[in-house]
């Protein structure tokens, strides 16, 4: 028997001996199955240790791709195993000698360079026993899992006992000896290149996965208060309060504590037990998109992750499955209300960090929070937080609170060295957990204090079907070139410690608009969403099921014809296959008579399937403004369609964050146009569209597109109508503001509108911040609000066509009966 038989004897054994107790797992499959087969392959491994290489044969076995056991070819030459350690074996105090090349890979390298016509993937393998961070004083986590530290064969029995039936492989990106040979380097040069190549490479990816090296929390609070922005801090307060500098920094030392979270890789595994039978429990699955680019970008990037926020579960979901696909889960950002008894410490180890509602007035305490933050992003921590700041009770995408952004875009001008990437999630539920909170919220219940009576409420509600929720990555945003976009001379402006330039507030103000455009972008369009969105643009909230499905058909070819982007879901199945499934989660209710079923939904699923029509409502805006130009003009030629859309188009933009610029509108709005009479919604006739005959079927779904966005129209043109009834500077814009709402509160009533987000006082408050940005109103010195003498013409224009004559007429004489209250009002005071 040679000696490489007999190896591959014994290690085939050690195999069927590991596998009688390890259990393992490929991290992302797809990066190993796209492999080109057509050439050999050789693996590479970090470090020695047959445990590792009989878990990656395992792997490959398990799925069809080349053994590293085996032998494999390169030309002439025929290596005995397809494998190589990048480092060479340690003794058995666990010591290496790093300096040596694999003989393996200079073989490799000179066949490439003696064969021309020859090639081979290089491809990096990590293997995870367990995922655990390293930590300085924590022995028992040094001891048994993975970390940064250098280990022996102890240490490595040890692990594969305890931590073997969780154990991960990742699979790298094939690198191609061929190219590196071709840079004409020479072989020496080429075998350094390689070798750097990978350990680049793996030091990132083990960053990536188990994170990176951590001190223990006691140690990096104490750090803390040594850092100068600090120091200058404590310094500051013992002044300010007249107390001694020692009592200043224990203040100080308490806040560091209140923070900080203690990462712990017991409480990740309990959590991911734990969630794993919770999400099977209560969701009929979760599904996935687009993470293989946050798999790609990680290792090397400090990343932020920027979710939405409609529950309280968002961030539990997201680190379980970053924790499920190999990458480290973030440290979060949670509110102190959070930091509840068990609840509280068992999230603080699970990676969050808590928390004030507000910062003013405690200036050592923004110092310490500053700091802490500045140093997870300099350790290459990934980091969560929502900018939304809290839940969004409306199912819309709140306006961006941009204080964590500014706190990160000041932490990367003192210290850009890692660079740093958000990635927006987008988060779509079919029925969110805290809905029967979120409907007596709606309408117009206190938002309630948490507490932990909310968990015992919310198993209870575990018999009903919440259906499926998507999570869904959008394209990340590197922040150095949104600055070099942004203000193109950053690079050359000294980093210091408390840097403050004058354009900080404008580029966090755009930051945010462009997470919150890059959320949006992810959108995940449910069953829920569609029927929801066809119901309440109905009037009476109801439709046979057949003319229901029929508009789900159409809001379905839509949505597939001209995408929302590259990262937003739609659902599979036609408009049957949709009703089916929300008919099951009990979403809608139906009554059948001698023609049919009609389907409807009740005062309280009215109420709450807002919320559903309302995560997607940025996605439908545009072409339902599109349609409701049709609404009251039989024929429209395209250049009035773009001057009356782009007209509108800003406003909606800035209050749902759309993902289209006015630069680009013109195309867009071509490619609705399109589809629109691909589905039988207009005719076209040279460059004029014409719309169906009213009484057709075509030109009713045209309608009920349309209706997705008339009260978004109404607010807008009732908080204009207020302004040009008080003149010229005539209000203040919190008063224009406060009208608006009084205003919008009675016209639902008057008009039966079950959605409670039409008088949401801050939609106004942006409306009208969105009106001066544009320039369309100004305020003079006191405040007031003054506009441009055209606005009444324009609004009027611009109303007639996407508003019906009853509605305008109905706004106009609430507004007419409201200034004559004031005016009899005002003499009574007098």
């Known amino acids: 028997m040679t000696p490489s ?11 069927r001996i590991l596998y009688l107790w390890v259990r393992s797992e490929t991290i992302n499959p797809g990066a190993s199955t796209s492999l080109d087969r057509s050439r050999p392959i050789v693996y590479v491994l970090e470090s020695p240790a047959a445990t590792d290489l009989a878990v990656v044969d395992h792997e490959c076995t398990r799925m069809g791709l080349p053994r590293p056991a085996l032998p494999v070819a390169l030309g002439p030459v025929l290596e005995p195993r397809a494998y190589f350690y990048l480092t060479p074996d340690a003794d058995w105090l666990g010591r290496q000698d790093k300096r040596g090349a694999p003989p393996t890979l200079q073989r490799l390298v000179a066949a490439c360079a003696e064969q021309p016509g020859e090639d081979a993937l290089l491809v990096p393998v990590s293997v995870f026993w367990g995922l655990s961070p390293d930590s300085e004083s924590s022995p028992w986590k040094l001891l048994f899992a993975d970390s940064w530290a250098v280990t022996g064969r102890l240490r490595r029995l040890v692990t594969v006992l305890i931590l073997g039936r969780k154990t991960r ?39 990536a996965v188990i994170g990176p090296d951590i001190s223990h929390r006691r140690h990096l609070v104490k750090g803390l208060v040594h850092a100068p922005l600090v120091r200058q801090a404590i310094a500051d307060e013992a002044a300010r309060e007249n107390i001694s500098p020692e009592r200043a920094e224990a203040q100080a030392l308490r806040y560091g504590n209140e923070i900080a979270s203690d990462y712990t890789y017991t409480a990740i595994r309990f959590l991911e037990v734990v969630l794993s039978w919770f999400w099977n429990k209560i969701y009929d699955g979760i599904k996935v998109s687009q993470i293989e680019q946050v798999q ?33 889960p973030p440290h979060i950002a949670a509110g102190i209300n959070l930091n509840m008894p068990v609840i509280g410490g068992l999230l603080r180890r699970g990676g969050a960090f808590f928390m004030r509602r507000t ?68 988060i779509g539920y079919e029925r969110v957990l805290e809905g029967r909170t979120y409907l007596g919220e709606l309408r117009g219940a206190s938002k309630k204090k948490e ?32 600055l070099d976009q942004q203000q193109p001379g950053w690079r050359g402006e000294p980093p210091v410690e408390d840097f403050k330039p004058a354009w900080l507030n404008q580029a966090t103000h755009r930051l945010g608009e462009r997470v919150a455009c890059g959320i949006n ?18 009037s009476r909230q109801a439709l046979d099921e057949s003319a229901l499905a029929r508009v789900l058909d159409v809001f379905l070819a839509l949505l597939r014809s001209v995408p929302y982007s590259p990262y937003t879901t739609v659902p599979e199945g036609d408009g049957l296959a949709l009703i089916a499934h929300v008919k099951g989660m009990g979403l809608v209710a139906e009554q059948t008579d001698a023609l049919g079923r009609i389907l409807y939904l009740t005062e309280q699923n009215a109420v709450l399937m807002t919320y559903y029509r309302n995560n997607v409502l940025h996605v439908f805006a545009l072409p339902a403004l599109l349609a409701s130009l049709f609404q009251s003009a039989a ?66 779904l045209l309608t009920l597109l349309a209706r997705g966005i008339t009260q978004t129209l109404q ?25 608006s709402t009084v205003m919008a509160q009675r016209i639902s009533i008057l008009h039966g509108l079950n959605a409670p987000e039409f008088f949401d006082k801050t939609l106004f408050r942006h409306f009208i911040q969105a009106l001066v940005e544009a320039g369309v109103v100004h305020r003079n010195e006191e405040g007031k609000l003054g506009y441009q003498d055209r606005l009444g013409e324009l609004a009027e224009g611009a109303a007639k066509r996407v508003l019906s004559a009853e509605v305008r007429l109905s706004i106009r004489q609430v507004t007419l009966q409201r200034n004559d209250e004031l005016a009899v009002a005002e003499p009574a005071r007098g």
């Open 451 to 482: 507490s932990l009576l909310d968990i015992f409420k919310v198993l209870g509600a575990l018999k009903q079907r919440f259906g499926q929720v998507s999570v869904n990555f959008g394209q990340p945003i590197r922040l150095s070139e949104f």
């Open 296 to 328: 790609q970008i990680a290792p090397g990037h400090e990343v932020i992750y920027v979710p939405c926020h409609r529950s309280h579960i968002d961030y539990l979901l997201l680190s379980y499955l970053l924790f499920r696909n190999g990458l480290t």
């Open 359 to 426: 910062f003013k007035g405690n200036p050592l305490y923004t110092a310490v929070f500053n700091e802490y933050l500045h140093t997870l992003f300099t350790k290459g921590f990934p980091v969560e937080y929502f900018v939304e700041g809290g839940r969004s009770r409306t199912g819309r995408m709140l306006q961006p609170k941009t204080g964590m952004l500014a706190i990160t875009l000041r932490s990367y001008l003192r210290s850009s060295r890692t660079p740093i990437v958000f990635v927006p999630v987008y």
């Open 635 to 700: 024929k429209i030629d395209r250049a009035q369609v773009l001057r009356f859309a782009k007209a509108l188009y800003p406003f909606l933009r800035a209050e749902l964050f759309i993902r289209w610029s006015v630069e680009e509108l013109d195309a867009v709005i071509d490619q609705w146009l399109e589809a629109f009479v691909s589905q039988g919604l207009l005719r076209r006739e040279a460059d004029t569209y014409l719309r169906p005959a009213p009484s057709s079927r075509q030109f009713v």
């Open 521 to 538: 972008e992810a959108a995940a369009i449910n069953p829920a969403n569609l029927v929801a969105l066809a119901l309440l643009s109905t």
């Open 169 to 207: 492989v990742q699979f790298a990106p094939a690198i191609s000896l061929r190219a590196l040979v071709d840079a004409g380097k020479g072989p020496e040069r080429t075998v350094r290149m390689a070798q750097r190549l990978l350990r680049v490479h793996f030091r990132q990816q083990r960053a």
């Open 715 to 739: 607010r807008f043109y009732m908080a204009i109508a207020l302004l040009l009834n008080h003149g010229q500077y005539g209000l203040t814009a919190e008063a224009l503001e406060d009208l």
């Open 5 to 15: 038989v007999l190896h591959r004897v014994v290690f085939s054994a050690l195999r």
